[in-house]
């Protein structure tokens, strides 16, 4: 068999050629690749930094994780194209390699090569997701690596290959955390320490030693250059302003008030997160930063006038200052956080809007194929009684993908299953652990994205839209199945 039909045979090369058909196919009836978010992306180095030194760019980054900003930066610096080309080209092929992965994801968990695909394509033509391959933003990417890391992972018990496994276990589980800063080093720790201990018997020491080796040195080197050059080993310096916008909205703004002027809070919680730095500066001891290089030293981006370099030195104190407030607010009124949490958790299930007012015909009817599939249901996100209204309304209007709801469930439950099964020990398929992993990255992202976010949630749900589709579909699939020949035992039993 010639290799180009051995690859056709894939369902991962089918899915992914599908894939590439239906986004040319958005391509040419409208759709354009928005390259705006280089130029105010808070997540990114000011970009007429990042894609001219993108090396020294990102040896200077502290409010984010390095790879997303290593990677933009160097394409643009290396490519002999313009940036919106070469960016929509890249994000083209991580589209393209998430149609694949899906699809191989799949055929792994047991399913024929057709029903494969159809399960890739459901979860990669998502407009949810799909959009993610329109802009340089390290959603769809995330998405990516998160599939081809339980692929991994599932590999693992299938392969005679277990040292090479389990480094790319920790390679991607590693890749992932050094994206996207949601994906603390406790979740790539522990998805490298459940793929050690499903191969325990199978493995010796420096295999153990070398697996580990990975996460420790790529992420604790990376905190081990923030602590040298501004004495914080974090892998992002912005939690402390997170955590303030995630908790003092919701506090009416009486008791904010109160809070300051008892000495609680400082001002900076009075101003409010993410603002430009000019807002903080009087509230705040005078600075200068030690570093020279542009990417640290200058507070403003030159491509967006109302966007603040984050990554600018003198903010490290005020984030650290709003972590405090946050952190104050928490402990004075619990209610208040746990409303913002709830409320963060309904957000989840909100869907983005942004589909709807695509100027291709194609995405705005996936866009309602979607919709319809998704149950989705009319309703608002309301801040009433909140000191500071996040969407600067009291009440957003948004639709909530009800059957978002179950699919969810079905991943975290199966997940639950398998280690009930465990802890009573009962034999396990080869599949089961992949889907304790795929379980723990769901809980994962949507407690994290929830206690320590407000407002961002469905962003966040993107991410694992595709995982959760695949695994879930699966699970509802095995389900089915295993409800079919239940039936066919009690009618046989007649």
């Known amino acids: 068999m010639s290799f180009v039909r051995r690859c056709w045979n894939r369902a991962g090369s089918r899915a992914a050629a599908i894939w590439f058909g239906a986004y040319m196919v958005v391509c040419a009836t409208g759709q354009r690749f928005d390259a705006r ?16 030194d993108p090396i020294r760019s990102v040896w200077y980054l502290h409010v984010q994780p390095p790879l997303w900003n290593l990677v933009l930066g160097g394409l ?32 792994c968990f047991g399913l024929r090569r057709r029903w494969a695909v159809c399960v890739a394509l459901i979860a990669t033509l998502n407009p949810e997701v799909l959009k993610g391959a329109f802009e340089p933003t390290y959603e769809l990417a995330t998405g990516v690596l998160l599939m081809s890391m339980l692929w991994a992972f599932l590999r693992l018990g299938n392969q005679n290959r277990d040292r090479r496994s389990l480094l790319l276990l920790a390679g991607l589980a590693t890749a992932t955390t050094m994206t996207r800063s949601l994906y603390h080093p406790v979740w790539a720790l522990s998805v490298v320490l459940i793929g050690l201990w499903l191969l325990r018997r199978r493995i010796d020491r420096r295999t153990v030693l070398a697996t580990l080796a990975v996460p420790v040195l790529v992420m604790g080197g990376w905190m081990a250059k923030n602590q040298y050059l501004y004495g914080e080993a974090t892998l992002s310096s912005w939690f402390g302003m997170n955590l303030q ?43 200068e930063p030690k570093h020279e290089h542009r990417s640290v030293s200058e507070p403003d981006r030159t491509t967006d006038q109302w966007s603040p370099n984050f990554n600018y030195e003198c903010y490290l104190p005020i984030f650290a200052e709003a972590g405090d407030d946050a952190v104050a607010v928490i402990r004075a009124h619990p209610a208040v956080w746990l409303e913002g949490r709830l409320w963060s958790l309904r957000a989840t299930f909100a869907v983005a809007t942004y589909p709807s007012e695509s100027s291709s015909m194609v995405m705005r009817t996936l866009d309602s194929v979607y919709s319809i599939a998704r149950l989705d249901l009319g309703g608002v ?49 080869e599949t089961d652990p992949a889907l304790v992993i795929a379980s723990f990255t769901v809980v994962f992202t949507i407690v994290v994205g929830a206690v320590a976010e407000l407002g961002e ?8 839209d595709p995982l959760t589709t695949v695994v879930g579909l699966v699970v509802l699939t095995r389900l089915g199945a295993w409800m079919r020949r239940q039936s066919q035992a009690r009618s046989v039993g007649r």
């Open 37 to 52: 978010y280089l130029g105010y992306g808070w997540q990114l180095i000011p970009w007429d930094v990042l894609s001219t």
């Open 381 to 429: 996100l309301s801040t009433y009684g909140w000191g500071t209204p996040i969407y600067g309304q009291l009440e957003a209007p948004v639709d909530f993908g009800l059957t978002l709801i179950p699919l969810y469930s079905s991943v975290i439950v199966a997940g639950l299953w398998v280690i009930i099964r465990r802890l009573r020990r009962r034999s396990l398929n």
């Open 457 to 464: 949630q469905a962003r966040f749900r993107t991410m694992i």
């Open 245 to 287: 916008r995630a908790v003092i909205p919701v506090l009416p703004l009486d008791d904010l008030e109160a809070m300051h002027d008892a000495g609680e809070v400082s001002d900076i919680a009075m101003i409010g997160p993410f603002g430009k730095y000019d807002l903080y500066d009087e509230a705040m001891p005078a600075c």
């Open 76 to 107: 643009a610096w290396v490519s002999p194209f313009g940036d919106s080309a070469t960016l929509q080209v890249l994000m083209a092929v991580i589209g393209l390699a998430g149609a694949y992965v899906a699809a191989e994801l799949t055929a």
